[in-house]
């Protein structure tokens, strides 16, 4: 059985962590409404943009089609573009993601593709580094949140463009987390490029009713400034919603630490109590004893 002195300490302890743990949960509240409010806002113009490029791309065929918009015209080798958080403390979402991620890797695999990976945030890069540190080709860092807007997504966006265009791909994909609410984010896939394929995935393709299009400038024109445009946004969207993933999990994540914590104070405080009691009842004894030995 533990000393006095050592539950003491052990309670001191479990109080200071208690601490942290609270001032880590209101530290990520106060983040998680600017993370969430950025996300909700980031979607109507990704969904805009989306409806957008499929009303272009419905008239684009045939060789003079841009690459980002209709690929390669094979899928031999796979770009897993793997998004998480820098830091951890926050449950299980930067381990859904890579679950995720990971579960791809094996799929495609075993379909006989080839499989590189360009992973976003160092929880990303240590997870995968195990099994498939030969697989990733680059890392980006995110310090922090607030550093996440249309510059970073331009950054990352370059690079991905710049491998296509080496020819280093066919088909690049995704992975990220989707915000749901403050208790659920969702790990989610999505192509990328080519765009044509992402477009037919998340939209609708708009029914014309026989109504010609006349585009100045041409279709192509207008496609080879919004398709690079069309890729930040993807990645800059998918960057707000891991934000706003991230701040909700490491909330959720904190409160039930507090709670743990507290429940922690409150055995051994009881622990300690009943030990107390103990000596002072032996000490009790070993005087009522001398004394009736006298």
Known sequence: MASLKELKNRINSVESTKKITKAMQMVAAAKLRKAQ????????YAERMAAVMANLSSAMEGPDAPRLLVGTGKDDVHLLVVATADRGLCGGFNTNIARLARERVAALVGAGKTVKILTVGKKGYE??????KDKIVDTVELKDVKSIDGSTAAMIGDKIRTLFEAGEFDVCEVVSSEFVSVISQKPRAQ???PARDAIDETVERP??????????PDEESILEVLLPRYVDTVILSALLENAAGEMGAKMAAMDSATRNAGELIDKLNLEYNRSRQAKITKELIEIISGAEAL
């Open 37 to 44: 409010e950025a996300a909700e806002a980031a979607r109507p």
């Open 127 to 132: 997870a995968l580094k195990r099994l498939h």
């Open 191 to 193: 192509t990328l490029i």
């Open 207 to 216: 029914d014309l009713k026989g109504a010609i299009y006349s585009y100045e």
